[in-house]
Every structure is written in C-alpha cells, then in structure tokens.
C-alpha cells in the first residue's frame, strides 16, 4: 500500500521527477520532507478520497498526524477501510 500511496502522490501533485523509491515512507510529507504545502494537502485528500473512498476530515485534529508521512496516511487508510 505505501508503494502504491507514494505513486498516486507522484501523479497527483505532478512530481515528474521523483519515483517511488525516492520517496521515504517515514519522511515527513510537509516542509522539511517532501515539502508540500496545504494545497498538496488538499489535492492528496480528494485523490485518496477517490482511490480508497476514505474521506480525512481537515477539522480532524489527527489530521496532522495522518498527513505525517507515507507510513502514517497508508495505516489511516488500512484501519478505516477495516
């Protein structure tokens, strides 16, 4: 599932020049990490919410933490989608 979360984060945020093993899945996906930004944020969520059908509600306060990393959203998904 990271795998395949890293690369929908690549196609969605149109991230040509990173592949998925460029990507850490315990790296922070905000600032010094990956460094997106709030409308990465947003354009990720709506991806994830299409692929998975799993909404992350913005006024969760988990939220921060979903978005940790590629690790912390792919453990989201799996235990909502239980």
Do not use: C, P, W
Request: proline share 0%.
């Amino acid at each position: 599932m990271e795998n395949e979360l890293k690369q929908l984060i690549i196609d969605t945020l149109d991230l040509e020049d990173l592949s998925v093993e460029d990507i850490d899945s315990h790296a922070a996906l905000f600032n010094d990490g990956l460094g997106l930004d709030s409308i990465d944020a947003l354009e990720l969520g709506l991806a994830i919410r299409k692929k998975y059908n799993v909404k992350i509600e913005a006024e969760k306060e988990d939220v921060v933490k979903i978005f940790a990393s590629v690790s912390s959203l792919a453990q989201f998904i799996q235990a909502t989608q239980s």
